[in-house]
C-alpha cells in the first residue's frame, strides 16, 4: 500500500501557536476589566489575522470570552484550569471536551497518551459508532514499537531511554509489517521531523492505520493519535494534518 505524503502535515507547528495564546491569556488575565482585540495585537505584537484565529480557538474552547463593549476577559475554562481545588477532574473534562471536538473535525477515533514512569499509557480518548476505537489486541505498554502512539512516545525521548525501553520490552512481530530489528527502529526513530506525524501502516493491527503528534508540555512526553480502519487509510494524511492543526487546545490546557 503506498500512501503519498502531504507536504502540509509538516509545516504546522501548534507549540508555537501555544506560545502566542499564552501571551494573550497572560493579557487579558492582567487587564481584568477587559482588552480590545487592537490592544492585544499591540500589547502582544502578533498580526491581525493571526490573532483573530487564536482568539477564535480561545472563544470556542472557553478560555477567554467577549463582553458586550467587544472586550476580551478571562473565560471559565481558565477559571477552572486556573484554580489549585478541583483542577485534576477540570483538566479531565477541559480534555474530553476538545478530544470529543477533535474525533468529530478528523472524522476518527482520537486517542491521548503519556509516558509515564517508564511506560505507555492511553489516558483518555474519543470514538463512536462512525469512529471505532482500534482493537487493543496487544497491550499498548507492550507495543511501542509497532504503534503510532508508542513510536510517537519513544520518539520523544533521547536515545538511552529508548533503549531502556526497548530493553524492557520484547519487540515482537505483531504483523508481517512490523518493525523487531532494535537497530532499524532507532534509526527510523532518529530521522523521524519533530513536526512531522508518525505513521503506523498495519504494524500495530492488519486492517489499521494510524497517525500521531506530539502533545509534550513542560516535562511531560505526550502525543494524541488517531486510528482508521484500513478502508479509509487514503484519508490518513489528511486527518493527521487537521488532527495536528488542532493539537493547540490540548498543549494549552496542560501548559495553564
Known amino acids: 500500500m503506498a500512501l503519498k505524503h502531504e507536504p502540509s502535515a509538516s509545516s504546522y507547528q501548534p507549540h508555537q501557536s501555544v506560545q502566542h495564546a499564552l501571551r494573550v491569556l497572560e493579557t487579558v488575565a492582567q487587564r481584568g476589566v477587559g482588552v480590545t482585540d487592537v490592544e492585544l495585537a499591540r500589547v502582544c505584537e502578533l498580526p491581525a489575522d ?13 478560555f477567554v470570552r467577549q463582553i458586550a463593549d467587544g472586550a476580551y476577559v478571562t473565560g471559565e475554562t481558565l477559571t477552572r484550569l486556573d484554580s489549585a481545588e478541583g483542577r485534576e477532574a477540570a483538566l479531565a473534562d477541559q480534555l474530553q471536551r476538545t478530544l470529543d471536538e477533535l474525533r468529530d473535525l478528523v472524522g476518527a477515533a482520537v486517542y491521548m497518551s ?15 459508532p462512525e469512529t471505532p476505537a482500534v482493537n487493543e489486541w496487544v497491550d499498548f505498554r507492550s507495543s511501542a514499537h509497532a504503534s503510532a502512539i508508542g ?17 524492557r520490552h520484547k519487540m515482537a512481530r505483531l504483523t508481517s509489517r512490523t518493525i523487531t530489528n532494535e537497530k532499524v527502529l532507532l534509526s527510523k526513530l532518529a530521522s523521524q521531523p519533530p513536526t512531522v506525524p508518525v505513521l503506523d501502516l498495519q504494524e500495530y493491527a492488519v486492517g489499521t492505520v494510524c497517525a500521531a503528534v506530539p502533545i509534550t508540555a513542560g516535562a511531560t512526553v ?23 492543526r488542532g493539537a493547540a487546545p490540548v498543549l494549552l490546557s496542560l501548559a495553564i
Open 50 to 62: 493571526q490573532l483573530t484565529a487564536l482568539l477564535r480557538m480561545l472563544r470556542r474552547e472557553g
Open 151 to 167: 513510536k510517537s512516545l519513544l520518539g520523544q525521548l533521547d536515545v538511552n531511554g529508548r533503549r531502556d525501553h526497548l530493553s
Open 222 to 244: 505526550g502525543c494524541l493519535a488517531l486510528s482508521l480502519p484500513l478502508e479509509h487509510a487514503h484519508r490518513l494524511h489528511r486527518a493527521a494534518d487537521r488532527l495536528n
Open 114 to 128: 503519556r509516558y509515564v514512569d517508564g511506560e505507555i499509557r492511553v489516558t483518555q480518548y474519543a470514538a463512536g
